[in-house]
């Protein structure tokens, strides 16, 4: 009982992103859980900080514990203890091992485990399970910038959230659909989509990711041509950044400033530059090679602009040469593609 207690605890932290309390409890669990020599509570308590270390941005250390956890697994305690957290925890800790997977620069083994996580909750006919391992592959398809297969998630997460009446799946689906319509170029339907999707979510008194819903936003009025807003909107997302330390989408933010900036005039290179370089420096701590990929092919371009062919060349030369798969995702496809343009 103590233990569900914790975790209840824990939850309701963790969606107003009260991280530094949520790692307190994260360290509490796993010694009670140690002191019972008891692997079903251990496997539940590594989950506490998988995904509490993944907002902070510390990858690696997410995805250990996501493992710690995962070779604890044992189907009949899984299912046991899901009445009294509501979710299954093989299938949970799949979606931030998937998620830390990506950022750590191996989209290949990320998208396996997002999908082994989500046919295992279909298996389980688990519905919330189902809403919350779809939600993370529809993320981590945004990621990846696979379009179609990222609303195909997030429709699947609206049509059970619907049924069932899961208000806060019913937000973040709502959030993760008009993304994906971004990417697919469908950009006022987006805009749309995220305004109701984030009234929604605020309906919820959810704080969790608040970064992460601003960054879209700026996505889409970068792409629509609406540079003030897309500028409101990413220093929006980089002040929720500040305000909790959730920084697992911190990298991309400098980046998208940078690009903003850019997009204003010619004269703002250097501040375009520095917001880059801001965002390399935050992949290189966070070791998020996804991240420094695209923030490298951002800085790179605008060497090449600027003439500096050789230093953008062998920069992004020594990013991509780092991975050993997803050679046919979109990231590394486009970095592909700029340095045979270089060549």
Known sequence: ARMAVLGGIWAWRVV???????????????????????????????????????YRGQFAKSLEHADAGLTLFDAERCKLWSRDTGQNSAVTLRCYRALSLWCLGYPDQALATAQEGAEMAK???????????????????????????AQAAAEAVLAIANEQGFAFWRATATLCRAASLSLQDRLTESLDQLRQGLALYRATGAELSLAHYHGYFAKTYLHLGQRDNALKSVDEALAATAKNHNDFFLSELHRLKGEILLG??????????????????????QKAKSWELRATMSLARLWHQQGRLADARARLESVYAWFTEGIETPDLRDARKLLDAWA
């Open 16 to 54: 107003r992103e009260e991280f530094d309390v949520c790692l307190q409890l994260a360290d509490e669990m796993l010694q009670f859980a140690d002191a019972q020599s008891d692997d079903g509570m251990r496997m539940e308590a590594y989950f506490i900080p998988a995904l509490t270390l993944f």
């Open 264 to 285: 204003q005039s010619a004269d703002h290179q250097v501040a375009a530059e520095a917001c880059y370089q801001d965002a390399l420096a935050v992949a290189d701590r």
């Open 123 to 149: 298996a389980l006919a688990h519905p919330f399970s189902q809403c919350y391992s779809l939600h993370h592959l529809g993320w981590l398809q945004h990621h990846l910038r696979l379009g179609k297969p």
